[in-house]
Nanobody, 122 residues
Framework: DVQLVESGGGSVQAGGSLRLSCAAS??????MGWFRQAPGKEREGVAA????????YLADSVKGRFTISQDNAKNTAYLQMNSLKPEDTAMYYC??????????????????WGQGTQVTVS
């Protein structure tokens, strides 16, 4: 089956850290993205990484706090989240595409999505 399986969400206090994982099964991605959606808000891009060269994108709101990385041998991407703030509270989704697209934050450019994992910062 082609799927993305996320793990690593949870509840932490402000200033804490979490590491999210997204394992791609049956799908070799060219770009993996992390998105988040808070209640009543639109889904927004948080970070993305290209499998070929590890080039990364980070949203301005998380620069200096979040890091995206990958293990190509495991076909898995990670989102390390440090110095978490209450405004980081959201459902986090990973998404993957075999294309390269023009906008890493465009939801339409991703072919498959994970089920989501909740991150709550208090």
């Amino acid at each position: 089956d082609v799927q993305l399986v996320e793990s690593g969400g949870g509840s932490v206090q402000a200033g804490g850290s979490l590491r999210l994982s997204c394992a791609a099964s049956g799908y070799r991605y060219s770009r993996m993205g992390w998105f988040r959606q808070a209640p009543g808000k639109e889904r927004e891009g948080v970070a993305a990484i290209y499998s070929s060269d590890g080039f990364t994108y980070l949203a301005d709101s998380v620069k200096g706090r979040f890091t995206i990385s990958q293990d190509n041998a495991k076909n898995t991407a990670y989102l390390q989240m440090n110095s978490l703030k209450p405004e980081d509270t959201a459902m986090y989704y990973c998404a993957a595409t075999r294309g390269y697209g023009v906008s890493w934050t465009s939801l339409a450019e991703y072919s498959i999505w994970g089920q989501g994992t909740q991150v709550t910062v208090s």
